[in-house]
C-alpha cells in the first residue's frame, strides 16, 4: 500500500519533528557533561551562531560555558518545519549542583533557527533569554 502526498508529508515532518528533539537532547547532554566539541556538533557546519543574553558569538568555542555540575533541561518544544528550515522554541532550566545539593538555578528561552544538511539537523542559530532573576539569586552562567 502506498502512502498518499498528504500521509508521506505527515511523515516527514513527524521525522524532522523527533530528530530535532534528539538534537536537542544532544544539545543539553554535551552541555551538561562540559563537551564543547560534542556541543559545537549540534551547530552547523560553519556560520553558526551562539546568542546568550544578548551577547552574540560567532566562535562557537568561546561561546561554551557547560559543564562545572551544571545541568541543562529543554521542555515545552515548538517547532515549524518549512523543507530543510525550522524554527524552534523551548523552555530551558538550569540545575547546578552546589555543595551536594542540586538546585534549579535559573530559566529562559531558547530561539533556534534549523537546517538540515549532511544527512541530519543543525542550529544555524542558538538565542539564549535567561529570565530576571532576584539579585538574590545570581546565576551560575
Request: charged fraction near 25%.
Amino acid at each position: 500500500m502506498t502512502m498518499s502526498y498528504q500521509e508521506q508529508q505527515m511523515l516527514l515532518a513527524a521525522a524532522a519533528r523527533a530528530a530535532i528533539l534528539d538534537l536537542n537532547a544532544r544539545h543539553n547532554r554535551a552541555y551538561s557533561k562540559g563537551d564543547r566539541d560534542r556541543w559545537i556538533a549540534t551547530f552547523r557546519h560553519s556560520g553558526a551562531t551562539y546568542t546568550r543574553d544578548g551577547d552574540t558569538f560567532d566562535d562557537l568555542r568561546a561561546a561554551f560555558d557547560g559543564g562545572d555540575g551544571q545541568r541543562l533541561v529543554t521542555v515545552d518544544h515548538e517547532i515549524r518545519i518549512d523543507g530543510v528550515n525550522a524554527v524552534g522554541r523551548c523552555v530551558v532550566l538550569l540545575f547546578a549542583s552546589m555543595y551536594g545539593d542540586t538546585t534549579l538555578r535559573a530559566t529562559g528561552v531558547f530561539k533556534d533557527a534549523l537546517v538540515y544538511e549532511r544527512g541530519g539537523w543543525y542550529f544555524t542559530s542558538r538565542q539564549l533569554q535567561w529570565d530576571s532573576v532576584p539579585s538574590r539569586h545570581p546565576l551560575v552562567m
